[in-house]
């Protein structure tokens, strides 16, 4: 008898056969990738797609790119790569506890983000005064992963990726793609609103009474009171769900963020700031486009997309710099 079992690809599938809801998106009913590939030995191909995208360059950028405070002093605050692995981690617990696909909520969670500017949603907003309607991270993403960073991805991962922001109309196909749409909610207000009270501008006792009331204290008690509420209503609904006073409070919470820290008016300067270096940085590349690293030049896009390929893929670090060396008078 040996000390190990063998799980090849079949297996594995075999295994998502039996264990998983009958809602669950199997990977072998994948509708499939943009081009054909022999399958993996031993990796099913949501667990394909995870892995690739763990390993990318897009994903590594996130590293040093702002979830909410811009280049803050300590090393404990949040970053987008941070952020990624803490909804990778919240969504993978309520797949787990659904009996859905683990491998495949995964795959969207790591991912979701790989398409946001620099300076979060302030990035976001300054890259929209160039399109026509919104600029949209999500889509980025995508973009990223067909074009940018080609990874032949499975149509559910960037399915699941695309929708994953609430303010997309249409939802996602899968039921882990939903279960993404709530786990980025539910780790991103949890977590900036712990680095807002280590900064100082919020103290515990400043949320709303309702909050701290139905969630409890900040931090990892509302992490897992939001991640109750969407199994146990989930199980009830047959669809992926929060009940209704849960997601009310949530939304109050969520406004809350906003007025007291998101937008609050004594970080304007620095949004201000931010816009201007993403502006600044767009135009120059418009007006210089043959300073466009090769990697961002494509054949099926004009002379504005690749720029904003290139200027979104920045981290924030590296948009200040390159905006210093640009703009910043040179002393001699």
């Known amino acids: 008898m040996t000390a190990f079992r063998l799980r090849t690809r079949r297996i594995a599938e075999a295994l998502e056969r039996e264990d998983l809801a009958p809602a669950a998106t199997l990977s072998v009913n994948s509708v499939g990738r943009a081009a054909s590939e022999e399958p993996d030995p031993w990796r099913?191909?949501?667990?394909?797609?995870?892995?690739?995208?763990?390993?990318?360059?897009?994903?590594?950028?996130?590293?040093?790119?702002?979830?909410?405070?811009?280049?803050?002093?300590?090393?404990?605050?949040?970053?987008?790569l941070t952020h990624t692995l803490q909804v990778t981690q919240v969504g993978g617990a309520i797949a787990r506890a659904l009996s859905l696909n683990g491998a495949l909520t995964e795959a969207i969670c790591l991912g979701h983000d790989v398409g946001h500017s620099p300076f979060g949603h302030t990035g976001e907003d300054a890259l929209s005064e160039f399109v026509d309607g919104e600029w949209r991270h999500s889509a980025q993403s995508v973009r990223?992963?067909?074009v940018l960073e080609p990874l032949n991805l499975t149509f559910e991962v960037l399915d699941g990726i695309m929708a994953h922001p609430w303010k997309v109309e249409n939802p996602a196909r899968t039921p882990e793609g939903a279960i993404v749409r709530f786990a980025d909610r539910i780790a991103y207000l949890?977590?900036?609103a712990l680095d807002a009270i280590r900064a100082?501008?919020?103290?515990?006792?400043?949320?709303?009474?309702?909050?701290?009331?139905?969630?409890?204290?900040?931090?990892?008690?509302?992490?897992?009171?939001?991640?109750?509420?969407?199994?146990?209503?989930?199980?009830?609904?047959?669809?992926?769900?929060?009940?209704?006073?849960?997601?009310?409070?949530?939304l109050e919470l969520r406004g809350f963020m906003f007025e007291s820290v998101y937008l609050r008016a004594d970080v304007e300067p620095q949004r201000i700031r931010a816009r201007e270096i993403i502006r600044n940085l767009v135009?120059?590349?418009?007006?210089?486009?043959?300073?466009?690293?090769?990697?961002?030049?494509?054949?099926?896009?004009?002379?504005?997309?690749?720029?904003?390929?290139?200027?979104?893929?920045?981290?924030?670090?590296?948009?200040?710099?390159?905006?210093?060396?640009?703009?910043?008078?040179?002393?001699?």
Request: proline share 6%; aromatic share 10%.
């Open 144 to 146: 990223i992963f067909e």
């Open 190 to 192: 949890a977590h900036d």
């Open 44 to 80: 099913t191909s949501f667990e394909r797609d995870r892995d690739r995208i763990l390993h990318s360059k897009a994903f590594r950028r996130l590293k040093h790119k702002t979830q909410v405070f811009m280049n803050p002093e300590g090393d404990h605050y949040v970053t987008r």
């Open 200 to 250: 100082g501008v919020l103290r515990p006792s400043d949320f709303p009474a309702p909050v701290l009331d139905t969630l409890g204290e900040p931090g990892r008690e509302w992490i897992a009171a939001m991640i109750a509420s969407v199994i146990e209503t989930s199980m009830e609904r047959d669809e992926v769900a929060m009940d209704e006073y849960t997601l009310d409070v949530m």
């Open 283 to 332: 135009e120059y590349y418009v007006t210089h486009p043959s300073e466009l690293p090769d990697t961002y030049r494509h054949d099926d896009a004009d002379t504005l997309t690749q720029v904003i390929d290139f200027v979104a893929g920045m981290t924030d670090r590296y948009a200040i710099s390159r905006h210093d060396e640009l703009f910043r008078p040179q002393l001699f």
